[in-house]
């Protein structure tokens, strides 16, 4: 089973950029999620919202993501 949270490092290589930068992503997307009444996990991020963020509604993640 696939783990529901990201980790700063999953972040990052998924992102291509460095892991402080992933840590300010992780950091904006917890907030738009708490701003939304939901519980966060500080340095993770809910997977499927991540995906939602970064590629859009309905997409599971692609490789050719320009930062």
Same mark, same amino acid.
């Given at each position: 089973?696939?783990?529901?949270?990201?980790?700063?490092?999953?972040?990052?290589?998924?992102?291509?950029?460095?892991?402080?930068?992933?840590?300010?992503? +992780?950091?904006?997307?917890? /907030?738009?999620?708490? /701003?939304?009444?939901? +519980?966060? +996990?500080?340095?993770? +991020?809910?997977?499927?919202?991540?995906?939602?963020?970064?590629?859009?509604?309905?997409?599971?993640?692609?490789?050719?993501?320009?930062?």
């Amino acid at each position: 089973m696939e783990n529901k949270f990201m980790r700063v490092e999953e972040v990052a290589a998924e992102l291509g950029v460095s892991a402080s930068y992933a840590y300010k992503v +992780i950091r904006k997307l917890n /907030d738009e999620l708490k /701003d939304k009444g939901f +519980i966060t +996990i500080a340095g993770r +991020i809910n997977r499927q919202y991540f995906n939602e963020r970064v590629y859009g509604p309905g997409k599971e993640g692609c490789n050719n993501v320009s930062v």
